[in-house]
């Protein structure tokens, strides 16, 4: 006989209430209510930017080959091994050494520095370059690094749910729902925000020119076209940065405030008062953006930037510096723009296919089944309500393509109940009771739903492993109205019928 305990019962009456309530907060104004989670929209809903990045791997190499290019330079002059002629050709950097009886010599030297080198040494002339398979791994790497760095930058803005994915070896796809500012988005974005610390040359460290200079020494300018002759060598780097602010001088002009981790406050302290008087420079993306004189050395790990800021540059520049920098600048290959109108009808359509296709499936079940229709079609809405309040519990992100698997969600949810009348059907006309018909019918269904589920479970996780963006949001959804029909149709259904049952006791049931 069937068997409905009280505590399943308030189970089922505790879980629809939950639902309902978590559900509807989605239809109040934002601040509303107790809850304060809301289901997110998508870029096709709410509108907003959608841009395609390009990773500057080529830059991203020359650096890499730029700083083995001073490696070999340091390791040549510690061995004391002659050469000439050090340059970066393609992908390799390449030296010609004075006395090729050194080959050897040279080549030992370079392999203690790194064991990604291909070497190779031909007629005194040494080559070297990265290896294949530590190239690949190196792009890959900085790829990951800068996902992770756009990520930092987008979050703060204070937008909300951005996407950002990998596509393809050096591409990442990122969409900001609600951003309807491009320009500064892209302006973000395409800085580098590569920061470091330089001695000057004691010499001439302000040249009036643009000349030649050692092979030790860049020659930068800045803002208003001053050139500075910088060490090439940075003593710090804004990877040791653990914070930066935007705040006001004394003189209240705009300046960012910044706070070194623990090396690299040593390591400020050590060269500040080593170098008491001398002139440095803080560099920013191949640009100097001051340039004062060390009066005094600087033990608390703190620091001001002051420039030609304004209130936006300043604070623009403290968030870029506290998301860290790019390991290789981005370049926009494509941009497109969501209006909110658009938007909008994407919802009203969304919304309407699936109070029409919710219409539809309830009308069918109610001819098809009459009074056990009406207890599925009770089911369905609690499955519903219950697949937008899992939606609401995870902050999850609803596009066109999660609508669809909502869409899908309300045929595969009768489904279930379709099975367990079927079978009801067929147990009545064999002329078994109506308690034993129901009985029968749900446990002998049984097997056939949980397997029917657990392969569209299986088919959703892997929309979700090997799918992206919009994808992955149907299989979300998808998943979510799988497990949640589990639940209305052997949960919800059941305790229908049986209360009907109990309390009617009816000789014959139709359906």
């Given at each position: 006989m069937l068997d409905y305990p009280l505590w399943k019962k308030l189970l089922v009456l505790a879980v629809s209430v939950w639902s309902i309530?978590?559900?509807?907060?989605?239809?109040?104004?934002?601040?509303?209510?107790?809850?304060?989670?809301?289901?997110?929209?998508?870029?096709?809903?709410?509108?907003?930017?959608?841009?395609?990045?390009?990773?500057?791997?080529?830059?991203?190499?020359?650096?890499?080959?730029?700083?083995?290019?001073?490696?070999?330079?340091?390791?040549?002059?510690?061995?004391?091994?002659?050469?000439?002629?050090?340059?970066?050709?393609?992908e390799t950097v390449a030296l010609n050494l004075r006395d090729q009886n050194d080959e050897e010599k040279m080549i030992a030297a370079l392999r203690s520095i790194s064991r990604d080198w291909n070497i190779e040494s031909k007629q005194g002339i040494v080559r070297m370059s990265f290896y294949p398979e530590y190239r690949k791994q190196l792009l890959k790497k900085v790829l990951e690094q800068s996902?992770?760095?756009?990520?930092?930058?987008?979050?703060?803005?204070?937008?909300?749910?951005?996407?950002?994915?990998?596509?393809?070896?050096?591409?990442?796809?990122?969409?900001?729902?609600?951003?309807?500012?491009?320009?500064?988005?892209?302006?973000m974005l395409g800085t580098t925000a590569k920061m470091t610390f330089h001695l000057m040359d004691?010499?001439?460290?302000?040249?009036?020119?643009?000349?030649?200079?050692?092979?030790?020494?860049?020659?930068?300018?800045?803002?208003?076209?001053?050139?500075?002759?910088?060490?090439?060598?940075?003593?710090?780097?804004?990877?040791?940065?653990?914070?930066?602010?935007?705040?006001?001088?004394?003189?209240?002009?705009?300046?960012?405030?910044?706070?070194?981790?623990?090396?690299?406050?040593?390591?400020?302290?050590?060269?500040?008062?080593?170098?008491?008087?001398?002139?440095?420079?803080?560099?920013?993306?191949?640009r100097v953006i001051t340039a004062p004189r060390i009066n005094e050395p600087i033990t608390g790990g703190s620091g001001m930037i002051s420039g030609s800021?304004?209130?936006?540059?300043?604070?623009?520049?403290?968030?870029?510096?506290?998301?860290g920098a790019l390991p290789a600048p981005l370049l926009v290959v494509e941009e497109r723009s969501v209006g909110p109108s658009l938007g909008q009808d994407s919802i009203d359509s969304g919304v309407n296919a699936v109070f029409l296709g919710a219409a539809l499936v309830m009308g069918f079940m109610f001819v098809s089944y009459l009074l056990f229709g009406l207890f599925a079609n009770i089911a369905l809405v609690i499955n519903l309500t219950l697949v937008v309040a899992c939606l609401t519990l995870f902050g999850a992100t609803l596009t066109m393509p999660g609508i669809a698997g909502m869409v899908l969600m309300l045929g595969m949810s009768v489904d279930a109940n379709v099975l367990i009348f079927e079978r009801i059907r067929e147990e009545v006309n064999n002329g078994r009771s109506p308690m034993a018909a129901v009985d029968h019918g749900f446990q002998r269904a049984f097997g056939t739903i949980l397997d029917s589920h657990m392969t569209g479970l299986i088919s959703a996780f892997l929309l979700y492993i090997f799918g992206a963006g919009?994808?992955?949001?149907f299989a979300v959804t998808?998943?979510?109205?799988?497990?949640?029909?589990?639940?209305?149709?052997?949960?919800?259904?059941?305790?229908?019928?049986?209360?009907?049952?109990?309390?009617?006791?009816?000789?014959?049931?139709?359906?």
């Open positions: 309530l978590y559900s509807a907060v989605n239809f109040q104004a934002p601040g509303e209510g107790f809850i304060s989670q809301r289901i997110n929209l998508g870029l096709d809903l709410k509108g907003g930017s959608y841009l395609m990045l390009e990773l500057g791997t080529d830059s991203y190499l020359k650096e890499q080959l730029q700083n083995m290019l001073e490696e070999v330079r340091g390791a040549a002059r510690k061995e004391k091994l002659g050469y000439q002629n050090l340059r970066v050709e393609g996902i992770e760095i756009v990520r930092r930058r987008v979050d703060q803005t204070g937008t909300r749910e951005p996407i950002i994915q990998r596509q393809g070896e050096n591409r990442i796809l990122l969409q900001v729902p609600g951003l309807r500012d491009t320009e500064s988005l892209k302006r004691e010499a001439e460290p302000f040249p009036a020119a643009q000349r030649a200079v050692s092979p030790e020494n860049s020659l930068l300018k800045d803002e208003k076209g001053q050139f500075y002759n910088i060490v090439k060598t940075s003593i710090l780097t804004g990877d040791m940065l653990v914070d930066a602010q935007a705040g006001f001088d004394q003189s209240s002009r705009p300046v960012v405030n910044f706070r070194f981790n623990s090396i690299g406050a040593k390591k400020f302290s050590d060269v500040t008062r080593e170098n008491t008087g001398k002139p440095f420079a803080i560099v920013l993306d191949d800021f304004t209130a936006e540059s300043a604070n623009e520049l403290a968030l870029l510096l506290r998301a919009p994808i992955k949001g998808l998943s979510i109205g799988i497990v949640t029909s589990l639940f209305s149709a052997i949960m919800v259904t059941r305790m229908l019928i049986v209360m009907y049952l109990r309390k009617t006791k009816p000789k014959t049931i139709r359906i």
